[in-house]
């Protein structure tokens, strides 16, 4: 059984980017919480070349009633054209957090 909590993925260019986006985030309630992890290595192919590019990662907690709006958010914000935005679902976690993530977004619990 799942919960409603999903945890998102994002990476962005640069620590600086990372936090603007993570605080709009939390400011517009689309997210509880966005965690901002800098120095992250990325490697992949892009334009049939293999890329090497540090990062940061966002590891964003919100609400299955919030994502399409989170990732509409995401999207605009975003420096890239093809933005990295995975959806994970949380399946169990400590009640008392996953219910203070319900309450930091839009609409609350």
């Known amino acids: 059984m799942s919960t409603d ?24 309630r689309l997210a509880a919480c966005v965690n901002v992890v800098p120095n992250a290595v990325s490697v992949y192919r892009w334009n049939e070349e293999i890329q090497r590019d540090e990062e940061a990662l ?21 420096a890239y054209d093809v933005p990295e935005v995975l959806v994970l679902n949380v399946e169990t976690g400590h009640e008392p ?3 203070w993530v ?4 839009r609409g609350g619990a």
Request: glycine share 2%.
């Open 5 to 28: 909590i999903r945890t998102v993925l994002v990476t962005a260019p640069d620590p600086e980017r990372a936090e603007h986006m993570a605080r709009t985030l939390v400011e517009e």
């Open 58 to 78: 966002l590891i964003m907690k919100t609400t299955a009633a919030m994502v399409a709006a989170l990732r509409d958010r995401i999207v605009e914000l975003h």
């Open 97 to 99: 957090y996953l219910r």
């Open 102 to 105: 319900r309450e930091g977004v």
